[in-house]
């Protein structure tokens, strides 16, 4: 079948219908919805009810999709840039143009300077498995591109996970209900897992203790049994010292550590120098606290930790992923349903990840540029032999989403880089685009999900045509492989084949689902216990080389690893330097305490959850989504205002080395002193200042996973002039 042969479009209907869709947004929920359309229109949208996480609700973003759908400013067809990088103007052109532009000069800067020249940039504007995050990787493969290694999420608490436990799905959320002692950490739920908070609302009705660890008293930690403020980036120093005192006082399972664990004695002599009182130096909590924590967790089974993405967004996040990993194998949370560690249930979803990663297609040893450090690559850092020339971006928007964000920008405007970038709207991102091709959005392009909030498979019935001339991300490859004359059969097919190819039917977890079924029904639960049963490491069980929890870890010789998932399915890596192979404690390198001498310029740590209107950054341009998000605003605590004169609703300045920007200050005593929060995905152009928090954000990586440290950010608050 020729490219032009596939079907993109399906008659419309005339009668009201109602379709059962499935939210691809990057969120923990992946929510079963129900669309309904009259003539073709989608006239409504809500969640199902029928599927027991969504449970008839969508959130706040996703209940006013179809103002996203159907909003004026939607880019329906190729545009060219027609005046300055940057400043929005376009002019349509066709399909056959933009494409053909595309090609020619991917040739040519091919030709020219080798494909290294090229980059994509993409993330998780749609999460997918068919349209999201490995949707281009075939296509960058086979022309040699650089590689983009994109480790903004999850990817140094993965790499510590797999390296204590194995790539296991942990607690079924819905196994929360069970538990007797619920901490949630790092995670503000009631904005970002929104689904998950029934669950727990429910097991505190029975009794259960929930605990939440933030430096913000957020919604969530509002409505816990339980609020611990903890300074940014500390977690790992109030890890180590609960295990020291469970294991002081001897409240470990002796039994389960035996049987299943690898490494306690060595564990047992490390984390004797992490007393509560020197954590208590560290984080900012009492250290009666820490104690109450530490033996309230040991003696209330079953307890579960649910960690947020937060958690690794400091220096040492890999190891505070690692120190809360053991945690649960030393209490034996694990043996009953409820008890354990809740990360990302994604790996339990056989998902057919080479059937999109294309690993075969990648010449060995082909460059790799990591997306967090886009904006020093673009403008002669990173020591580039062969510099960036092209940049192709889908489903990202790394004006606001990459740290440094000036730099970013300096690159974007550079006269000779051809930006190519696909999108919804023309987001900062798209204002420095050479083309801008129109995407479908989840309303127009089916589609499969697996989800790393429950334990669901769900099906995405497209229940409009797509608008305008917008086609979806595998179509948009399709037609430049066409092209470019790449005639590989991953380029030949259709959005139904790639679909059929989706997942390992045949594995046991996906037993009694199939494609037509998943049709109909539009979720099906994976293969597994029910929640009321499942405790998937009562007897051990781990997916590590041993088999157990490591406590000493045996993968730490190979040195530090980011899964191929995230990185176009490579698996070549720079021969690394072994790690400590026990959890130990990596101190911010942005701090009060361990920076002194840049905590004299800047002393105020820089926070940037996500927003409870937006997703990441989209829906930061759509009227409803601006009005519940409200202004921008800098959290600070009365005492750190006041000390700069700052009152409630003034405007400040928030600097640092790398960038600046203004938004309105909230004194609030949610936030500890020393820290402020703002939250990030508000758009760079509708701001006051044309600038966002990424601008202050560093490039560093994390300890582990090449993870970003956007919580490890110093910065000074001044009144706006
Ligand atoms: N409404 C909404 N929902 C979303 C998203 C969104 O943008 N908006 N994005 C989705 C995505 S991509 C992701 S990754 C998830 C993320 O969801 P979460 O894991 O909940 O991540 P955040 O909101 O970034 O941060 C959660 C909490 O961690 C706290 N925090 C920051 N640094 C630290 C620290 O060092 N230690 C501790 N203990 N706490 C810290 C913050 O104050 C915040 O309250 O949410 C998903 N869901
Ligand atoms: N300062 C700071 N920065 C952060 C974080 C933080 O906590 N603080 N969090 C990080 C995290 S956890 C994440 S996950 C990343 C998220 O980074 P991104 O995945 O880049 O998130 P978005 O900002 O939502 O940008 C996605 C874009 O894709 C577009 N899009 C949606 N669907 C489609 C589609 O089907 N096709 C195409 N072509 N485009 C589509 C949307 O319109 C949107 O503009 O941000 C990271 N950046
Ligand atoms: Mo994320």
């Known amino acids: ?3 032009q042969d596939i079907p993109l479009q399906t008659s419309a209907p005339t009668d009201p219908i109602t379709i059962l869709g499935a939210c691809a947004q990057d969120c923990p929920d992946s929510c079963s919805m129900v669309v309904t359309v009259e003539d073709g229109v989608a006239t409504d949208i809500r969640g199902s009810k029928a599927m027991p996480f969504t449970n008839g609700g969508l959130c706040v973003k996703v209940d006013n999709y179809l103002d996203k759908v159907y909003s004026p400013d939607r880019v329906l067809y190729p545009l060219k840039r027609v005046g300055p990088k ?33 980059m994509p940039c993409n993330y998780l504007g749609t999460q997918g498995i068919t349209q999201g995050l490995n949707v281009g990787d075939a296509f960058f493969n086979k022309l040699g591109a650089t590689v983009a290694e994109r480790t903004y999420c999850d990817a140094g608490s993965c790499t510590a996970y797999a390296m204590t436990i194995g790539d296991s799905a942990g607690v079924d959320p819905e196994s929360f209900v069970h538990s007797k002692y619920i901490v949630i950490w790092a995670a503000n739920v009631m904005s970002t897992n929104l689904h998950l908070w029934p669950y727990i609302a429910e097991a505190k009705k029975r009794g259960a203790k929930v605990v939440v660890i933030d430096p913000v008293k957020t919604r969530t930690a509002k409505a816990a049994s339980w609020y611990i403020p903890i300074r ?19 409240l470990t399972d002796a039994d389960y550590i ?17 007393t509560p009182e020197w954590a208590s130096e560290e984080t900012g909590i009492p250290v009666d606290d820490i104690y109450t924590l530490a033996r309230e967790y040991a003696q209330n089974a079953p307890a579960v930790i649910r960690i947020g993405v937060a958690i690794e967004r ?15 194998a030393l209490i034996g949370a694990w043996r009953k349903p409820g008890g354990g560690l809740l990360q990302l249930p994604l790996w339990a979803f056989p998902v057919n990840w080479p059937a999109f990663l294309h690993p075969e297609l990648q010449t060995p040893g082909t460059r790799v540029i990591n997306l967090y450090q886009l904006g020093e690559a673009l403008t002669g850092g990173l020591n580039l032999d062969t510099p960036l020339k092209a940049l192709m971006v889908y489903n990202s928007n790394p004006v606001v989403v990459c740290p440094d964000q000036e730099r970013m920008i300096a690159g974007l405007s550079r006269e000779d880089l051809f930006t190519v970038v696909s999108e919804h709207f023309i987001t900062d991102t798209a204002d420095y685009a050479d083309i801008i091709l129109p995407a479908t959005t989840q309303l127009e392009q089916d589609d499969i999900n697996f989800s790393w909030g429950h334990l669901f498979v769900t099906y995405n019935n497209r229940s409009i045509q797509p608008r305008g001339e917008a086609v979806p991300n595998s179509e948009m490859f399709r037609r430049l492989a066409a092209a470019m004359g790449f005639t590989d059969a991953a380029f030949l097919r259709s959005d139904e084949e790639l679909i059929a190819e989706s997942f390992d039917w045949d594995a046991p977890a996906m037993e009694g689902i ?50 191929p998932l995230f990185r176009q399915g490579s698996n070549d890596h720079q021969p690394g330097q072994p790690i400590d192979p026990l959890p130990h404690y990596i101190a911010p390198n942005e701090s009060l305490r361990t920076n002194p001498e840049l905590a004299a310029r800047y002393p105020l740590n820089l926070i940037t959850p996500k927003s409870h209107a937006y997703l990441n950054s989209s829906f930061g341009n759509l009227d409803f989504h601006r009005k519940v998000q409200k202004e921008p605003m800098l959290l600070i ?27 309105l200050a909230k004194l609030d005593k949610s936030v500890l002193t020393g820290v402020t929060v703002c939250n990030m995905g508000y758009w760079r152009k509708n701001a006051k200042s044309l600038s966002t928090p990424a601008s202050l954000n560093p490039t ?8 970003p440290t956007f919580s490890d950010t110093l910065v000074q608050v001044e009144l706006a002039s």
């Open 258 to 274: 035996d049987k299943y664990t690898v490494g306690y004695d060595e564990l047992t002599e490390r984390v004797a120098q992490y």
């Open 1 to 3: 079948m020729s490219v």
């Open 637 to 663: 605590n009365p005492a750190d205002a006041e000390a700069r004169g700052i009152g409630n609703g003034d405007t400040v300045r928030i600097f640092n080395d790398r960038g600046e920007f203004s938004v």
């Open 232 to 250: 940014p980036g500390t977690d790992g120093a109030l890890a180590l010292a609960m295990m020291n005192v469970i294991i002081a006082e001897g």
């Open 314 to 328: 400091s220096a040492g996040g890999g190891q505070t992923v690692r120190a809360i990993s053991c945690l649960p």
């Open 700 to 707: 560093r990586f994390a300890d582990l996973g090449n993870a």
């Open 514 to 563: 199939t494609i037509e079924s998943l049709k109909q029904k539009g979720w099906q639960r994976l293969n597994l216990p029910s929640p009321d049963e499942y405790a998937p490491h009562a007897e051990g069980n781990f997916r590590t080389p041993s088999g157990k929890t490591e406590f000493l870890s045996s993968m730490a010789a190979g040195g530090n690893f980011v899964l």
């Open 86 to 118: 940057g400043a929005g103007e376009f002019e349509r052109i066709s399909w056959d143009e933009a494409i053909a532009t595309i090609a020619s000069k991917f040739r040519s800067i091919s030709e020219e300077f080798g494909p290294e020249a090229i």
